[in-house]
């Protein structure tokens, strides 16, 4: 069965305290693997794609890395700005357009 | 910019009432996606469409229809509502041969 299970579930840091959050997953094949951030009481926004093991993917304080069996989204110096629930979504080959989510890491960076 | 429109944000309905909510695309997307979102389970597929008058279940389809009648519009239906279907609901669309889901702002029901 596929799944995505996402670590830790919730993450409180200082703000420029570094971290990375973990998704695993378990696949028949992956087409895609995605990362969205979700801010209160708003839909999900995509940050990235990642494709295949070894690739990575930058965005202002955010680098998503992907492996063979898991992907981390490695925050850097974050901000209290950078405070939402990050989630991860894998596409299974074969299956167009259909993505399973993770539950999410809920992320609060303090002052 | 790239919109998915939900019609309600809020609504509050009572047990057994039919319930409409309906999604709007202006991005020509082939495929739409209707997803409930709870606290500890994450966000769930309910239905999706790949092209007009055309549905496949998701994971949790069990007390919901959809219709899709043209390519920009894509509406769950909730033929009885019941306490249990409390939730936020995300309406996503994609297309254009990528598989980046752009979501709606998320309709919140609350089924008393």
């Known amino acids: 069965e596929d799944q995505v299970t996402q670590s830790p579930e919730a993450l409180r840091l200082q703000e420029g305290e570094s971290s990375s959050l973990n998704c695993s997953y378990t696949?028949?094949?992956?087409?895609?693997l995605f990362w969205y951030r979700q801010d209160p009481g708003k839909g999900p926004e995509f940050l990235f794609t990642?494709?295949?093991a070894g690739e990575e993917k930058e965005k202002e304080r955010l680098k998503a890395t992907l492996t063979k069996k898991e992907s981390f989204l490695h925050i850097t110096a974050p901000k209290p700005e950078d405070s939402a629930t990050y989630l991860c979504?894998?596409?299974?080959?074969?299956?167009?357009?259909?993505?399973?989510f993770g539950q999410g890491t809920t992320l609060q960076v303090k002052p | 910019d790239v919109k998915v429109t939900q019609s309600s944000r809020y609504l509050v309905k009572r047990t057994g009432e039919k319930v409409f909510l309906e999604c709007v695309q202006d991005?020509?997307?082939?495929?739409m996606f209707w997803y409930r979102q709870d606290p500890g389970l994450g966000l769930r597929l309910i239905y999706f469409?790949?092209?007009?008058?055309?549905?496949e279940k998701g994971d949790i389809p069990e007390g919901y229809s959809v219709s899709r009648e043209k390519k920009e519009r894509f509406s769950l239906i909730l033929e009885s509502a019941s306490t249990n279907q409390t939730s936020m609901y995300l309406c996503?669309?994609?297309?254009?041969?990528?598989?980046?889901?752009?979501f709606g702002a998320g309709s919140r029901l609350t089924v008393l």
């Open positions: 990642l494709y295949s």
């Open positions: 469409s790949y092209d007009v008058k055309m549905k």
């Open positions: 696949v028949s094949g992956l087409r895609g």
């Open positions: 991005m020509d997307h082939e495929n």
């Open positions: 979504a894998v596409q299974p080959s074969g299956n167009t357009g259909k993505l399973i």
């Open positions: 996503a669309s994609s297309g254009g041969g990528a598989n980046v889901l752009t």
